[in-house]
């Protein structure tokens, strides 16, 4: 098992910054990947951006520029640093661990941005 806890959400007004924090502990074997996504209700899950072992990283359109993933191996955390905030990005963030044959979410952090 393993239990993803994420941190860093609240309220910010548009064109503020926000950083995402998660920790993953448990059997954390065969790590692929490590990301964030999120959702708005009535919406599907969508991917935020998404770093991979090596350090490569993926990233939706709408937020290219504005946030950036990074990832400490060593303490199996992901960190999201979101800037140039718009009302659009409100919504729950998900932090996600993918071992190949599975993968894992958190429960989630809210993010409101206020025009």
């Known amino acids: 098992q393993v239990q993803l806890v994420e941190s860093g959400g609240g309220l910010v007004q548009t064109g503020g910054s926000l950083r995402l924090s998660c920790v993953a502990s448990?059997?954390?074997?065969?790590?692929?990947?490590m990301g964030w996504y999120r959702q708005t209700p009535g919406k599907q899950r969508e991917l935020v951006a998404v770093?991979?072992?090596?350090?490569?990283?993926t990233y939706a359109d709408s937020v290219k520029g504005r946030f950036t993933i990074s990832r400490d191996n060593a303490k199996n955390t992901v960190d999201l640093q979101m800037n140039s905030l718009k009302p659009e990005d409100t919504a729950v963030y998900y932090c996600?661990?993918?071992?190949?044959?599975?993968?894992?979410w958190g429960k989630g952090t809210l993010v409101t941005v206020s025009s």
């Open positions: 996600n661990v993918n071992l190949g044959v599975r993968e894992y």
């Open positions: 448990g059997s954390i074997f065969s790590l692929i990947a």
């Open positions: 770093i991979f072992n090596g350090g490569s990283t």
